[in-house]
């Protein structure tokens, strides 16, 4: 389990950029108390620090003179204090900021019986919360419009009133049941990842037999096509349908670009959205896959705002697209050499990274180096894989890293711990209840090899081992599922052949360009 602060203070103070700091030592010694400037002593001292470490900063500030009997009251003020500078500081950087900052005005003004201010002040909320499909904002707007006008004014316009706001409601509703049923998608996603069986996308066949997912047409608002389009996606990922995967996302990004401020106001899902358009068009349409990356890692550039944590996360999503897209071509010379760049950026922005995109890239590193043969720092990264990260954080990439802990230990010839690992490894899936036969066959397989005692008994344990995986995805297509994750057939076809994996990987893809070009 990777280790995290317990200080929430401490983790806004890291988690903000240079010009918020700077804002914010402003903020605090010109806009507020004398006495504030104390608390900008707590707020130093935590900045230095790499982790949260509270008997420090307690000597710390005992060493200059500085009380620390009520701590936990002065790091609350503290936290409330950057909180207001930072809404400070953000102030009409969003749409939805804007919208809210107008609200406040509107309530502000409406108290003090000023309502044609506050008309104005609507009239103009109205179009941008439009413009930026801001619906339940809109919504409040409208209720606003409602209470202030009253019921002065002729009944024509009353009616119309009760009107926009009914039709306001409807796409509001509209929008959150497709809202619930993306989230199911999603739950459903992340249960199965990629299905084993015609059983385990019985739920997910019952979800798209719902009325609201028949036609685009039924979702009335941009974000409610968005849903449609997305839920389809997380299907057509499930079961593992690339060039169905990739016409919803494409969908999903034509959407996005329709609205020519979604980058600047939904900067992160616009980066998620188009790196998951990425990780398709690899397979899908080659030819725009190297120019498309490049304008990817370039979004942050596009930005009026520089954040950090933008940047992390294209620099991050875009690493992990080449390495995917190196490994796919049996280029693992080049993914290891990338290995150590990506390895030094995690360290250094560890704070802005989401945590599953460090352990999927720790799993690519123990692909690599298995490829390569060097199984010891395959194991550096796969035991930080295992005693790091909860499984929860990607549950597939967790129990895949069991089985190549395996494969590692296998390689290194530790049978004594294999014995110990192999068991473990059982009583852990068996659990989880979400084996592929593969999977199966292939522990049964680590069992035995502990039996043998030749050569010829190990050949033919693997013989069989490789046979078996063959006719499983042959029978069932969902068992090739597991291949994905890894590459049984090749490190089995690399031990019984003694050709390397790298050269068997790298012959599979020209293979596969060859059809592709026929």
């Known amino acids: 389990m990777r280790k995290k602060t317990s200080c929430k203070l401490f983790d806004v103070i890291h988690a903000m950029n240079m010009s ?3 804002y914010f030592k402003l903020f605090a010694t010109k806009t507020h108390l004398n006495a504030d400037v104390n608390y900008l002593k707590i707020f130093n001292f935590l900045d230095k620090q790499k ?3 509270e008997e420090k900063l307690i000597a710390a500030l005992q060493k200059i003179g500085q009380k620390t009997a009520y701590l936990a009251a002065d790091k609350n003020y503290l936290y409330k204090l950057i909180l207001k500078s930072l809404r400070s500081f953000h102030a009409g ?18 108290y003090k019986g000023l309502e044609g201010q506050c ?8 179009k941008l919360a439009h413009q930026h499909d801001l619906q339940i904002l809109l919504l409040e707007i409208i209720l606003w419009e409602r209470k202030i006008s009253g019921y002065g004014q002729q009944a024509e316009r009353v009616q119309q009133g009760f009107e926009e706001l009914n039709h306001q409601l409807s796409i509001v509703s509209n929008t959150q049941q497709y809202a619930e049923l993306y989230y199911q998608s999603i739950l459903l996603r992340r249960a199965e990842n990629k299905a084993r069986d015609p059983k385990s996308i019985e739920q997910f066949n019952q979800l798209l037999n719902h009325e609201m997912l028949q036609e685009e047409a039924t979702a009335l608002s941009p974000s ?3 849903y449609f389009y997305d839920i389809y996606a997380n299907y057509y990922y499930t079961v593992d349908e690339p060039a169905q995967e990739y016409f919803c996302n494409q969908k999903i990004l034509d959407l996005l670009k329709q609205d020519e401020h979604y980058l600047s106001e939904n900067t992160i899902e616009y ?3 188009y790196s998951r358009l990425l990780r398709l068009q690899r397979t899908q349409e080659p030819q725009k896959f190297s120019v498309n990356l490049e304008i990817f890692r370039n979004i942050p550039h596009q930005l009026k705002q520089k954040r950090e944590t933008t940047e992390s996360l294209v620099t991050v999503l875009a690493y992990g697209i080449e390495m995917v897209d190196l490994i796919e071509k049996g280029a693992f010379q080049k993914a290891e050499l990338l290995i150590s760049d990506i390895a030094i950026y995690l360290k250094e922005k560890e704070q802005h990274i989401r945590t599953q995109f460090i352990m999927t890239a720790y799993y690519r590193f123990v692909y690599v180096y298995i490829a390569l043969q060097k199984h010891d720092k395959a194991l550096y990264y796969a035991n930080k894989i295992i005693n790091e990260f909860k499984p929860v954080v990607r549950l597939d990439v967790y129990r895949f890293t069991r089985i190549l802990q395996l494969i590692i230990h296998y390689e290194l010839n530790n049978s004594y711990l294999l014995k110990y690992l192999i068991r473990s490894t059982q009583i852990y899936l ?6 592929y036969q593969i999977e199966s066959v292939f522990l049964k397989f680590m069992q035995k090899s502990l039996t043998f005692t030749t050569a010829q008994e190990t050949k033919e344990g693997l013989q069989n081992l490789y046979a078996t995986i063959v006719e499983l995805t042959q029978k069932n297509s969902f068992e090739s599922h597991a291949l994905l994750h890894f590459d049984f057939l090749t490190w089995l ?5 003694g050709v390397s994996f790298v050269l068997i990987k790298q012959k599979k893809w020209q293979n596969i360009s060859q059809n592709k070009n026929l």
């Open 224 to 226: 409610a096509k968005r």
């Open 493 to 497: 076809d690399s031990k019984l052949n």
């Open 430 to 435: 068996k659990k989880q209840n979400r084996l």
């Open 119 to 126: 008309l104005k002040i609507l009239k103009n909320a109205k």
């Open 51 to 53: 982790q949260y470490d």
């Open 271 to 273: 980066i998620l959205v």
């Open 93 to 110: 950087k969003s749409a939805r900021l804007i919208l809210k900052e107008k609200l406040e005005y509107v309530e502000i003004l409406y």
């Open 20 to 22: 918020e700091k700077r």
